[in-house]
């Protein structure tokens, strides 16, 4: 049997193409994540993984769809052949039932994991440098300097409960406490 398994990170973004890509490659049976490929428990693919059998062909249209990191990749895939089963991405081209597919499986899966880590280490250089200039990332803070000193002046001078505080700075009471 031809599974299908669908992912998008969130839940704004549209399961309508990977579904239609799958149903066109013959799946019968489709589960569909919307939770970022990070997360290693994903409700439908452990579902899927579950009811995998011998025989079955697990189908994404992208392998990114499947795993975000390398390891992850190649433990699911792992998991999928102990099963007796497959696993198939139409984007690439690769199909683990054929020793040449499994060949290209893991070329590919060792290209994307290498482009991951390049793009990580350049943000983290492009920060680095940001910081050397002076600039600052992040949030800005919800209380200037001068609002943390009348959040403490309010506290320990006027005894205010802290999401009374927190309502009159319209932050959380947890921003407060920080404070």
Same mark, same amino acid.
Request: aromatic share 4%; hydrophobic share 40%; net charge positive.
């Given at each position: 049997?031809?599974?299908?398994?669908?992912?998008?990170?969130? $839940?704004?973004?549209?399961?309508?193409?990977?579904?239609?890509?799958? =149903?066109?490659?013959?799946?019968?049976?489709?589960?569909? $994540?919307?939770?970022?490929?990070?997360?290693?428990? %994903?409700?439908?693919?452990?579902?899927?993984?579950?009811?995998?059998?011998?025989?079955?062909?697990?189908?994404?249209?992208?392998?990114?769809?499947?795993?975000?990191?390398? %390891?992850?990749?190649?433990?699911?895939?792992?998991?999928?052949?102990? =099963?007796?089963?497959?696993? =198939?991405?139409?984007?690439?081209?690769?199909?683990?039932?054929?020793?040449?597919?499994?060949?290209?499986?893991?070329?590919?899966?060792?290209?994307?994991?290498?482009?991951? !880590?390049?793009?990580?280490?350049?943000?983290?250089? #492009?920060? !680095?440098?940001?910081?050397?200039? #002076?600039?600052?990332?992040? %949030?800005?803070?919800?209380?200037?300097?001068?609002?943390?000193?009348?959040?403490?002046?309010?506290?320990?001078?006027?005894?205010?409960?802290?999401? !009374?505080?927190?309502?009159?700075?319209?932050?959380?009471?947890?921003?407060? %406490?920080?404070?």
């Amino acid at each position: 049997m031809i599974i299908g398994y669908a992912r998008v990170s969130t $839940d704004d973004q549209s399961l309508d193409g990977q579904l239609d890509a799958l =149903r066109a490659a013959g799946a019968e049976r489709i589960f569909a $994540d919307k939770i970022t490929g990070i997360v290693r428990r %994903r409700p439908e693919l452990d579902r899927l993984l579950d009811q995998l059998r011998q025989g079955d062909v697990i189908t994404v249209t992208k392998y990114d769809r499947l795993a975000r990191s390398l %390891r992850d990749l190649l433990d699911i895939v792992d998991s999928i052949q102990a =099963r007796g089963a497959g696993f =198939r991405s139409l984007a690439e081209d690769i199909d683990t039932t054929t020793p040449a597919g499994r060949l290209v499986f893991h070329v590919f899966a060792s290209i994307a994991q290498f482009e991951r !880590e390049r793009i990580s280490e350049r943000t983290k250089e #492009g920060l !680095e440098a940001a910081r050397k200039r #002076g600039r600052v990332g992040g %949030r800005p803070p919800a209380l200037s300097a001068a609002q943390k000193v009348e959040v403490r002046r309010m506290r320990d001078q006027e005894l205010r409960p802290l999401p !009374e505080i927190a309502q009159l700075f319209r932050v959380s009471a947890k921003t407060i %406490r920080r404070v």
